[in-house]
């Protein structure tokens, strides 16, 4: 059998003769390519010829976002209109669509000039991104910034044509041959609303505008349908199998009710109408998915790619296969950071491959990955270890065994009961009701009027306000709130506190500490970080946001010159883990480390790491830092 039969038969839910195994290669290559640190006898291989010389199948989901025919395939990437040789379309703005592109060390900023009025955009991708393999683009200047930009973003999408351009798929399809299947690209997002939140506004200032320009961002959804429905139509009408549709589903950003009300109806349209032509919709479900589980199962997408299991997320694989795989097919299951050697050890590595083929046996509808993709560090021989096992062990059907859970589910954990309730003080009760409902506008006259019947400020914000903001902080932590509320509940706060200012000068109310947070070099997630900053911020710490992408000198001065109480890290990325160690070093060095208590977190991150690198603590969430920034500032 060969490789695309056996995907292709995962895929159908059919049983292929043994496990397929596609691991995902691209970051991994361009990182150790640019550094000369390839494997000795791949130094001079494309990572094609490297997964073809071992045996694996290729993994043709992701397009090389980076490898372009001509520049307009990517320009035009903070409006998430894409075309590459993994697409099966060309578009076309309306030709009273007047574009003015201004380049600049590897700034793109682009005009967009409509009869309905223009918006702007600005990319950015440096030499320093390229080496280290990222290969998407950072949006610095989004294009929605304001309720007008709305209609002008709607009119180019409404006027925009894609027509057939297929040439460069179909020869690429042709390449990959029998190694793989080929997925062409439908889109990065999986419907209009999450095409606005993944490319039109700030990822944390998304949530303020679905909820402040509410109606404005509907119809901007409803006029990107037919963007969606001539994608839908392109692909129907092509030779592809597999289809790309939508990327970066997690519980806390594509949260549950969000999922369900402006994603999956996209979704189960694409699958129902491409299904029906023979082809396959894959969605890059590469977050955290506990509270999507069912969602997710019911969908109707046929693929769930980038599956990433415990220990980089709550779900086990044990969890994923029972729950998914009766209805949609698993690809991925293999957590990066176990092909690294400082996060994982040999024999850890083993346990888990030995308990991962139990796991999902009997391996119907599994297709094994490096989820979602090979980190540059990895530790090669153990991608050849795993090809190894799949080719001695990985004839299905696999046999279940007995196997005891590596990783205990974090699942009862993360469902624990509200365990703190919120304080009715009657004399407050309007104002803590405005913040659990986010309710920015009401609050500052709720205040006035508390205010004027006599009430102190002091009163009005620790036995009011911070205790709903409490609430929310549990909420969260429990999974009955979601980003959202956070960061509406946190915004009420803080125009509260306006308010409530002038008649607080002169009381004792200290703030509870400050501090300052940043991510580390290299790294430029920021939704957990402001999702931090702002929940500290929300009961009473005063903060500082050092922004993405921070050197540790950069680290040094403001530490220096904020005088913080605390040092806040984060990292996302496995690479960019040890820029803490570099921090907490260069502190060290500066004579600043006692002045300073450090603080990290981050998915990769963990207890032990934080310890190893000697940081004074670790959350593993909002609602966490917020308990160790009060226990860092008693230590104090
Ligand atoms: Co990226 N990404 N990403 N990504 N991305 C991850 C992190 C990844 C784990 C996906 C995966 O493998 N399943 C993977 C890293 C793998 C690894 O290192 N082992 C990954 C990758 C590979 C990449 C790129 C390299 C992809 C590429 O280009 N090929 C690239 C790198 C870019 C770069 O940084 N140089 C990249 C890019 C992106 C996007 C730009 C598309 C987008 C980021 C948008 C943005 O931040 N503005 C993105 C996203 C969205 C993700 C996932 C899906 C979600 C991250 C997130 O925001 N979660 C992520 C998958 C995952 O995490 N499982 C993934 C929601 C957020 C609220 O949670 O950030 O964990 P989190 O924050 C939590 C806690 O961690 C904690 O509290 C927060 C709130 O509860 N916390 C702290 C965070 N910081 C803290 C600091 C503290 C205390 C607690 O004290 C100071």
Sequence with gaps: MTHRERILRAIRGEMPDRLPFAPRLDLWYTANAQSGTLPEKYKTCSFDEIARAEGWALHKINPE?????????????????????????????????????????????????????????????????RKAGVSNFWVDEHVLKGPKDYRVVGYIFEN???????????????????????????????????HIQKYFVDATDFYF??????????????????????????????????????????????????????????????????????KYVSCHCDGENLGLLDLIRDSGMHIAEAVTPAPMTKVSIEEYYRRWSDKLTLFGGIPSILLLRESISDEEFEAYLEHLFKAVAPGKRMILGIADSTPPKAVFERLVRIGEKVEKEGRLPLEAGAFRPLIQPAMLEAAKPLSREIVWDEEFRQVQNDVLEGDHVAIQEHIRGLLKKGAKAEDILKRGMLTAMEVISERFKSGEAFIPEVLLSARAMNEAVRVLEPHLAGTQLATKGKVMIGTVKGDLHDIGKNLVIT???????????????????????????????????????????????????????????????????????????????????????????VNLARKLMAEK
Excluded: C
């Design 65 to 129: 976002y980076q490898q372009v025919r001509k520049p307009e395939d990517n320009l035009h990437w903070a409006l998430g209109i894409l075309s590459y040789k993994e697409t099966v379309y060309g578009f076309k703005f309306s030709p009273d669509v007047e574009l003015e592109v201004k380049e600049n060390a590897g700034r793109t900023k682009i005009t967009y000039r409509t009869p309905v009025g223009s918006v702007s955009t600005t990319t950015v991708y440096t030499e320093e991104m």
């Design 209 to 278: 505008h679905y909820h402040d320009y509410a109606k404005e961002m509907r119809a901007l959804a409803e006029s990107m349908g037919k963007f969606f429905d001539q994608i839908i139509q392109r692909v129907g009408d092509s030779s592809a199998e597999g289809v790309y549709w939508g990327a970066n589903f997690d519980d806390l950003i594509t949260y549950p009710a969000f999922f369900e009300k402006d994603i999956v109806p996209w979704i189960r349209k694409a699958a129902d109408i491409l299904g029906r032509k023979g």
């Design 535 to 625: 929940m500290l911020k929300g009961v009473g710490f005063e903060t500082v946001d050092l922004g993405i992408d921070v050197p540790a000198p950069a680290f040094i001065k403001a530490v220096e010159e904020h005088k913080p109480h605390i040092l806040g890290l984060s990292a996302l990325l496995t690479t960019t883990m040890p820029q803490m160690k570099a921090v907490i070093d260069a502190l060290k060095q500066k004579g600043l480390r006692d002045r300073v208590k450090v603080m990290v977190g981050g998915a990769p991150v963990n207890e032990k790491f934080a310890r190893d690198i000697g940081a004074d603590g670790y959350a593993p969430d909002g609602a966490e830092a």
């Design 160 to 194: 925009l044509k894609l027509f057939r351009d297929d040439r460069d798929f179909l020869k690429w399809k042709e390449d990959i041959g029998e190694d793989g299947v080929a997925f062409t690209l439908g889109g990065r997002a999986a419907s209009p609303m999450h």
